[in-house]
């Protein structure tokens, strides 16, 4: 379910904070922020897409398992709510005079694709959903890393970016709730952690560009 918008600023998680909550195992260094926060218009521009390829994901797993109701409710719902994101993201863009770029590569993405299990089968569910839970944590790492850097600085951004990260550590946790149905936690837990090492390694290889997973 989407929150009203914040209204008024409230004091951001610290890093070991926010991470202490999240599963991945690799913190973004405040560079990156400094960079996203030199260059918001690339960084708005790229959420903007970032939402709308979320909305596009959870629909894509309504479509390939129809018959799975829990999931069907669950993703047509995280659906929905990300089209209210892209929707924010896509008001403060046009405020400030600026338009959503079109599809752009996403190599942090590309290169997590490249892990899931070959084939229409079981562990192919189990990995598009891991999938859909480490990009809603880093996400909700990145979002909730920027709001530190410009909280005083831009706080029309801020309070975007004070909703949407909460929102986002919602649903990685929706999302691996999914998935650990699908396995016994032998074989999940294993599998989810691999993808963890996976998703660390990529990650400390960016930092680099000031748009969401770059
Ligand atoms: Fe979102
Ligand atoms: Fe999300």
Redesign the pocket.
């Known amino acids: 379910m989407s929150e009203a918008p914040s209204k008024t600023l409230t004091v951001v998680p610290s890093s070991t904070e926010l991470m202490a909550e999240l599963p991945l195992h690799w913190a973004t260094p405040a560079s990156w922020a400094r960079r996203a926060a030199d260059d918001l218009p690339t960084f708005l521009a790229d959420h903007a897409i970032?939402?709308q390829q979320?909305a596009l994901f959870g629909l894509s797993l309504v479509g390939h398992y129809p018959e799975d109701r829990d999931l069907v409710v669950k993703m047509s719902a995280l659906a929905a709510?990300?089209v209210a994101?892209?929707r924010r993201v896509t008001t403060l863009l046009h405020k400030r005079g600026l338009e959503l770029q079109g599809r752009r590569p996403n190599p942090w993405v590309h290169r997590l694709r490249q892990h899931l299990q070959k084939g229409d089968n079981a562990l192919l569910k189990v990995d598009r959903l891991c999938l859909g839970a480490l990009i809603?944590a880093r996400?909700c790492e990145r979002f909730t890393c920027l709001l530190r850097e410009i909280v005083d600085r831009d706080p029309e951004v801020a309070l975007l970016l004070q909703d949407?990260g909460p929102?986002?550590k919602r649903?990685w946790r929706l999302f691996i709730e999914l998935a650990r149905r699908e396995l016994p936690e032998s074989e999940f837990e294993p599998r989810w952690q691999r993808w963890l090492e996976i998703e660390g390694h990529l990650s400390q290889q960016g930092g680099i560009r000031p748009t969401v997973h770059g």
């Open positions: 970032c939402e979320a709510e990300e994101h892209l809603e996400s949407l929102a986002e649903h």
